[in-house]
């Protein structure tokens, strides 16, 4: 009985420390987009999604004041870069010649 008392609380650590170990993750990709940002970024003012973790290294989108940036690391959080992502150019509808319009 005791043995299965000592895999509770193992298992009840286990799931603690993987909770922080995930709100810590999300704060360190803020922080350190923020630094990679420079100037005056809040690092809570980063929003972060699609976060890849590969093997070697992690991938991730952030934005930030409506600017929307790709960011890339190593695996450890140490070379951190993010590229500003450009909006879609806009395409102009095409114009129509009077002889088509009156086809249709």
């Given at each position: 009985m005791k043995k299965s008392g000592s895999l509770v609380v193992l298992f009840l650590l286990l799931v603690i420390f993987t909770l922080f170990?995930?709100?810590s993750t999300t704060m360190?990709?803020?922080r350190e987009t923020a630094r990679n940002l420079g100037g005056?970024?809040?690092p809570e003012s980063?929003?972060?999604s699609d976060v890849?973790?590969?093997m070697s290294d992690i991938k991730w989108l952030a934005e930030v004041d409506g600017k929307k940036y790709k960011c890339y690391a190593d695996d450890m959080?140490?070379?951190?870069?993010?590229i500003p992502v450009k909006a879609p150019a806009k395409v102009?509808?095409?114009?129509t010649s009077g002889k088509a319009a009156a086809r249709n």
């Open positions: 170990g995930c709100a360190g990709i803020q005056d970024v809040d980063v929003m972060v890849d973790r590969g959080m140490r070379k951190v870069n993010c102009a509808p095409k114009k």
